[in-house]
């Protein structure tokens, strides 16, 4: 172990290197920014502080571009001694003058919400250091940085701890972020990819409108963009949900749920072309940004427990004693109707979504390997078709049973289940008629497009969030 004076030695040693680096880049040709961390004691670097002085350079090169969109850096560089991590900037004298570089370090420390722990100094290209003249404000108080020092206000350890208490707490908000809009992403990703397949049974999609007369590609265009927004909403609720009891969370999620079904008539006239959708994406909107909050990472398992928790008796307590009550819902009807083969969305969700997890995700598994993001129009057809079919072949789709009856939905489920098996040997004639026999017969299975739409986001989720393995 290191003792006070051969610590006290190596930093002196650090920072002297560090300053002749500094002097050599120059060349007399450019300006020189350096960015450090104000960390007191040791260590000067480790993993939490690498990872914040990075998550720092992206912020400070966005800040850059977006002052000075035609400047690039003529050189960047990245090191690490003694004294901890710096990133070292170097720009052609020419295009900017060394006190305006200042100026906007300086603006940039102001805005930054950790600005206080950022150094950014300037260097010119003759080898001075320009300085602003402001004294910074100690981590702690209001009082000069330097001061505070001298006066020793603070120890070392409770400035350091503070720091690194903040450091953590913008970490988090970081990651925080990231999980927010990814699954957001993924969510709008899955409705656009569902509605933009071609051709599908019955189903809306690009090319045609299938079995419907009032909506087309249009309209779930617009419902989408009217629904985008509120699933930022949703998780940002998971974000800021404390209670332990997921139970309790239905009501607040039904909130902004009913809010989108408001929203998506509105941009449709009227028309409901995803209130089944907005019904299974509003409640594993929430679960998938609690779950990877919770655990860490995206554990099916943990993803299928909070699904089961929130819609625990969901069936029992919306669909079960209906009769004779009035103004039922189309679902409601198909519970009264036919039991729980009429359950639909809410039977699905108080099971965990099985359809999903038991048939549709393996198939999508087996079939891509990661993100499809870059995939061509034909490549995804290839793969989410089999999807659908697989669905389609399962799903007790309330659309058909309430429409048209249980005996064509089971002619639906085998004609789909002959198309899927036709589909993996490259034969792609029994789907063509099968979409024609739907597109004719006026039969929609848009519970299953829902569960398409879902099947996608969750794959997304699994492969952004999943849990990497040695």
């Not at 004609?415 to 739907?438: Q, R």
Request: hydrophobic share 40%; net charge neutral.
């Amino acid at each position: 172990m290191m003792g006070e004076a051969e610590i006290f030695a190596n930093l002196l040693e650090a920072r002297e290197e560090r300053q002749q680096r500094k002097l050599s880049m120059l060349s007399g040709r450019y300006h020189l920014v350096s960015l450090q961390l104000n960390i007191p004691g040791l260590p000067k670097s480790n993993q939490q502080l690498h990872r914040f002085i990075s998550a720092v350079d992206d912020e400070f090169e966005r800040f850059f571009t977006s002052h000075y969109p035609n400047l690039q850096w003529a050189k960047k560089e990245m090191f690490n001694d003694f004294s901890g991590d710096c990133f070292l900037y170097l720009l052609d004298q020419t295009l900017l003058k060394a006190e305006d570089l200042k100026q906007l370090t300086e603006l940039f420390e102001q805005e930054f919400p950790l600005g206080r722990i950022v150094d950014l100094d300037v260097m010119s290209s003759m080898g001075l250091p320009i300085s602003s003249g402001k004294a910074k404000k100690c981590f702690l108080c209001d009082k000069a940085a330097e001061e505070c020092r001298k006066l020793q206000h603070h120890t070392i350890t409770e400035v350091r701890e503070c720091m690194m208490n903040a450091i953590g707490v913008f970490e988090e908000q970081q990651r925080n972020d990231s999980i927010v809009k990814s699954v957001v992403q993924y969510a709008v990703n899955g409705l656009m990819h569902e509605v933009a397949l071609s051709p599908k049974p019955g189903l809306v999609c690009r090319n045609a409108p299938g079995a419907h007369s009032d909506m087309d590609f249009m309209t779930f265009i617009n419902s989408c963009a009217a629904l985008a927004p509120y699933f930022q909403e949703l998780a940002t609720l998971a974000i800021n949900y404390t209670d332990k009891d997921d139970r309790k969370a239905l009501p607040y999620i039904r909130q902004i749920g009913l809010k989108m079904e408001q929203e998506m008539l509105r941009a449709t006239n009227g028309v409901n072309t995803h209130k089944g959708a907005v019904f299974l994406m509003c409640l594993s909107c929430f679960s998938c940004v609690r779950v990877i909050k919770k655990v860490g990472y995206f554990k099916a398992n943990a993803f299928i427990a909070t699904i089961q928790k929130i819609c625990n008796g969901i069936v029992q307590k919306e669909l079960c004693a209906l009769n004779g009550s009035l103004n039922l819902s189309h679902g409601q009807n198909c519970f009264v109707n036919y039991g729980l083969q009429g359950a639909g969305a809410r039977g699905e969700a108080e099971q965990g979504f099985p359809t999903i997890f038991n048939h549709a995700l393996p198939v999508l598994s087996a079939l891509v390997k990661h993100d499809f993001f870059f995939m061509s129009d034909s490549e995804m057809k290839q793969s989410l078709i089999p999807v659908l079919l697989k669905i389609m072949s399962v799903n007790n789709d309330t659309n058909v049973l309430y429409r048209h009856g249980k005996s064509v939905l089971e002619e639906l489920k085998r004609k789909s289940s002959h198309a899927l098996e036709a589909w993996k040997k490259g034969e792609e004639v029994a789907y063509d008629d099968l979409v024609e026999w739907c597109n004719s017969q006026k039969i929609s299975s848009g519970g299953s497009a829902d569960l398409l739409a879902l099947t996608i986001m969750l794959f997304h989720c699994k492969n952004k969030f999943g849990k990497i393995r040695a």
